[in-house]
């Protein structure tokens, strides 16, 4: 029995009987014209967050999905690229596989734009993808990779980047936590497969995609998930567990390490019209440039008095330096 076992059998439950517990944070789903999801793909949200970001997205895509659960976001992204088999959807559960493709059928009938055969559900797994090298434009995974122990989170991630095209994007979604999380606690395989004890925090994860060979990340958000409860799970303090929702971009990682994007910006706040800083960053005077964090942390060391580095916001939408 490996921890896989746990993880499939409660995945299994989770398929034949929707489980709110499982649930993301309560919240409205996001709203497209002309998309409807069925409340029983809606009951099955085991996500934390979101994978999909209308930025990314277009209609020539072929998109990945790993860990399909209820089907929701291989719908969402099916909204975008509405062509047969352009998003391939991997679980290894049969019995989430069989409940995804019931509510995609569902969904059929209340999207007349949808039609089933846009999603392609694969038996597969994350760890092993049966799809050969560059096949995909996007890969997205929702609360599955922070399931996976260190070793087979670097394989799924290196699996992630083998099966990209250069360039291709890798959207993530999963609980970090800045907390310790006690060891009793991350070994418990069915705390672990519900997605409260796996999570990493911010750095350790961000390194290890960096490590898997992405260049360039985004965080696109970071909010408040759950808390593991002191008196629950007999803690000397609450733990708080965030969601985060990250981009990873498959380019070579730069020598001096990955472009991070967190939101931060620089502000140059000087006599002249503009700052060349002479690493390739022309800075407006009074206009907010987004930088990544090795840039922000650069100019934050300089000390001068006419740029202003603002605080991260966790919530980074776009621009850059690099
Ligand atoms: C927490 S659920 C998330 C479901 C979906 N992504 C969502 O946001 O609703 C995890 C999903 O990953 C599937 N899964 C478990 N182990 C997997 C693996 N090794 N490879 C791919 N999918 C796996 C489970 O069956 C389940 O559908």
Redesign the pocket.
């Known amino acids: 029995m490996s921890y896989?076992d746990t993880?499939?059998a409660l995945?299994r439950e989770a398929a034949l009987e929707p489980q709110s517990s499982l649930c993301c944070a309560p919240g409205p789903a996001f709203r497209l014209p002309g998309l409807s999801i069925p409340s029983e793909m809606r009951a099955?949200?085991?996500?934390c967050g979101t994978t999909v970001h209308f930025q990314d997205l277009s209609p020539e895509l072929d998109v990945l999905y790993?860990?399909?659960?209820?089907g929701?976001?291989a719908l969402q992204f099916a909204y975008f690229t509405r062509r047969p088999r352009s998003v391939i959807a991997?679980?290894?559960?049969a019995e989430?596989r069989e409940k995804a493709r019931s509510n995609l059928l569902l969904a059929e009938r209340s999207n007349p734009w949808f039609r089933a055969e846009f999603v392609e559900i694969l038996d597969g797994?994350?760890?092993d993808i049966p799809l050969p090298v560059g096949r995909v434009d996007l890969v997205a995974q929702?609360?599955?990779f922070n399931i996976f122990t260190q070793g087979d989170l670097d394989r799924a991630l290196r699996e992630a980047a083998r099966v990209l095209r250069p360039g291709g994007r890798l959207a993530l979604s999963d609980p970090i936590c800045e907390q310790e999380i006690p060891e009793r606690l991350r070994s418990d395989e069915r705390l672990r497969a519900a997605?409260l004890s796996g999570a990493l925090t911010l750095e350790r994860y961000v390194q290890r995609i960096v490590a898997a060979g992405f260049g360039t990340v985004e965080i696109r958000a970071r909010r408040p998930y759950r808390v593991l409860d002191r008196r629950r799970y007999g803690l000397e303090q609450d733990v708080l567990l965030e969601s985060l929702e990250a981009v990873a971009v498959h380019t070579p990682v730069p020598e001096d390490g990955a472009c991070v994007f967190a939101g931060e910006t620089v502000i140059y706040v000087g006599e002249e019209d503009m700052l060349d800083d002479g690493r390739g960053h022309v800075i407006l005077r009074d206009v907010p440039l987004s930088v990544c964090r090795k840039t922000a942390s650069r100019l934050r060391s300089l000390g001068r008095g006419d740029l202003i580095v603002t605080p991260p916001t966790w919530h980074y939408a776009g621009g850059g330096c690099c």
Do not use: I, K
């Open positions: 896989h993880t499939r995945y099955m949200n085991y996500g790993l860990g399909v659960g209820g929701l976001e991997l679980d290894p559960v989430m797994d994350a760890l929702n609360c599955l997605c």
